[in-house]
DNA sequence: GCCATTTCGTCAGGGCTATTTACAAATTAG
DNA sequence: CTAATTTGTAAATAGCCCTGACGAAATGGC
């Protein structure tokens, strides 16, 4: 019932003012202590003790003198530090495992990936494969003289609150895994998260700026159709953190039935599966036949530049399911813009025409259709970014946990 | 590109914690000083300081010594004042106005409303009848000792960003009305909200707890079906402020056609106008004979109490189509809860077999589903409290507008 | 080259906020 | 009546940021 108010003491304004310095070097680009304190609104005096507070911890380092040509004593040039902490990100993929290190300004410093038939694995070998991936990277970075603040993985699947296990993830076959017991965590804190979601981070971290400034639905189909609402800077995630499963938003009063339970379920006429039947392919095959990420939507997109007609139909139709599900969608949430991510982004050209017809049709003006320049890429960079964002947030580490 | 971040001076921090103190009284009911720095995890000193800036702005009030029977010496019990500031709230039906004021302790202290056709009829006698309400109730209310702080006016419509203007209400035919310029805004500064957003928060602040403790849809049909998104305690209002427009969800692929611009759109199956249709009667007609709040509601559902098979069927088939519409929205947004406000709550009982059938065939496991115990009251208290609210959340007055 | 001007970073002093410590006041338990 | 417990306040302390002032380091005009 108490509706126990976030109280700030000295602490808490401390830290936020750290992170304030650390985000105005970070989005503004490298500056002196004086323009740090222009764009935050501190004085410069403030500025001064932060930055020594944060140059101590290895967040910031001194790059010299700016020489500007303007009169006046030059500043010496902040920047975030390449040789502090940094982000590692893990990626299972239904077929392919990948680990990422980026540091604080944002760069990735080493990468690993392997094709790994996970649908259907056990579990542990799986996890014994990523932890050999996340060794290696690990190595790498601490050689170059950074040091892993944390681990976060990207789940095919719907992830604990606690951000520890792995609740369901039916494309693997998984059912309640503990990810932290394993030898993942050997390296640096773990948590996980859903990769859509994690996409969409990156999309709003790193992608298209659109992204920035407004509610935004990320749409991002792998193997099913994932979605992620960003609002207000944040991700909205629903009780069980289930929230975003665009896939199965019925499209159809009275339509296939899905696994979910449901019928008419939107990944019935638009996910993978049902492009790969529509134009007469077993989808189990061409899982085989294709490996790898975003393996069959490069397939489909071969065979669209091709000018393939059954592709081609089985693309405007889905583009059309897509934007049923999208209107009723932008009707309940009104973003500012809908951002179309992973497979999504490599058939955007053959999907765009029939979606967007639809999306004017019944909408009159719809928001804005933006095609993610990460695409396969974004919840490995999503993931590896949420750990720097976490330093960031909490430059010296005063709360408890990673969040 | 620059995230500005909200940064922290000390004024901010007293101000939080003048709000926590209020918090703790208002949730945790009237307490001691060193109760209340119990519940929010300040020391006595801290709260003491507090206090005293509180009980000389008059929104605190001592209310003698509290005996507990427990040993120590008793404290002097500390209580939201009941004659300081209080919230005004007004509300512009399509066939009736009302007024009311609302103390910080949340009780109600006046209210007046009549009968008014105001569907087609010029923004200005509406407004002027209006006033007349709110001038009675603010010089009620005055009379007691209490000054109004503000007037939040609940509209069934579009409002704009900066609360000023209706930008579109089609039940009343209005477009682009300045409501701060007429006699409305003579006691209190005005803000316009939408009615279904304040229902929403009426529910949050006032109504189910279910609604404090997650993400909430919460779904009230007055004319149309509007919905409101809870998401941490706070209202989702998207881009342009239209978002929850869930009478425009598509549950038919091809379905009537909407004034919307689209097709088989919810509110063509589960709306008003759709029931009475479907029940044989003219809904203008409907209008005319049954004017008031949630009067064919209550026609209906009189109706419906006699076992009309025609009402009956024509409910049950409102609750199939509500819930593909909801199974969409419950997929989005894994909402913890779906409450039933307005003219829903008075229907329930006949339109929820059909929808928790649908949605537990659809979903397997619904979210629980919660009829408001405010029902149409829902708008005007939640416009009162937005007012009262917006005190507590800054009780100084260091900010600019109220929210 | 020299000096005025401008900007940068830091130091000293002060104000605000909450905490620590201590203490008087008021109640219950025995 | 005394011991124990709890409450509210006062004085001193620590943390954080601001104001004002100052030396340092650049530019520009002479």
New binding site residues.
Partial sequence: MTTTRRL????D??R??LAAVLYAVADGGPA????V?DRI??????V?????DLLAAGLLAEAG?G?S??????????ALSDRGPCGLGAEIGVDHLAVCAVDLRGRVRARAAVDSANRGSAPEPVLARLAALVTRVHDEVTAAGLHPAGLRVAVPGLVSRDRAHVVQAPNLGWRDVDLTTGPLAAHAPLTADNEANLGALAELWIGDPVCRTGDVLHISAEIGIGSAILTDGRLLRGNRGFAGELGHVPVRRRGENCACGGRGCLEQYAGEAALLRAVGLDPARAVADHPGPGARSAYLAGRAEHGDPDVLRALRGAGTDLGIALTGATHLLDPHALVLGGALAVLAPWLLPSLTAELTRRLGTAPPLVVSRLGADGPLLGAAHAVTRTVLDDPLRTGTAPG
Avoid at 41 to 46: K, N
Avoid at 69 to 78: E, I, K, N, Q, S
């Fill in positions: 700030h003491t000295q602490q304004m401390r936020r003012n002196s202590r004086a323009r304190a609104g501190l004085t410069r005096t403030a001064s003790t932060l930055v020594d003198l020489h040509g303007a009169p006046g004593r030059p500043g010496t040039v902040l």
